[in-house]
């Protein structure tokens, strides 16, 4: 599908699919008119901190005893440099919030064999953002090796 309202013209689907199509916070956008997109982006923004540091915080509790613990690690997680340096590229945000449903699901594979929530969020992570779903795939797979070798 092609269209001219994207530069010069450009393929749709290829333009737009790294950056918004797999994205569900632009899917939450889509309901309200284009010219809101603007009053749209701070509240989107808020969610996709808030989805990071929930899921980072769900991830880290894991491995702790505290839950104090674990909430100053999603809110590092959820603020941490990679995050605010890149507050102006929208996109950058939701790899961030698929990263730990990843690193759960996989703990959760490697202890209690459930593989179909692995899958998933595998999937979901792919189609939210192929490129950054690369070299999160490489840091799974060093991490998984990494567990094995965790008593």
Known sequence: MWSWQTDLG???IGSYSFYTLGSPFFWLS???PAEF???LMAP????KISCCSLFAFAYIRRFVRKPQSALIGGLLYAFS??????VFFNHFHEAMVVF???LIALE???????RVFFALTVALNAFVNYFFFIGECIFLVIYFLCRLTDP
């Open 44 to 47: 989107l923004l808020v969610l």
């Open 10 to 12: 450009a393929n749709f």
């Open 30 to 32: 889509m309901p309200f």
């Open 100 to 102: 730990p449903l990843m």
């Open 81 to 86: 440099g990679f995050s605010m340096y890149n």
């Open 37 to 39: 997109a603007k009053y």
């Open 108 to 114: 959760e594979t490697v202890v209690n064999k459930r």
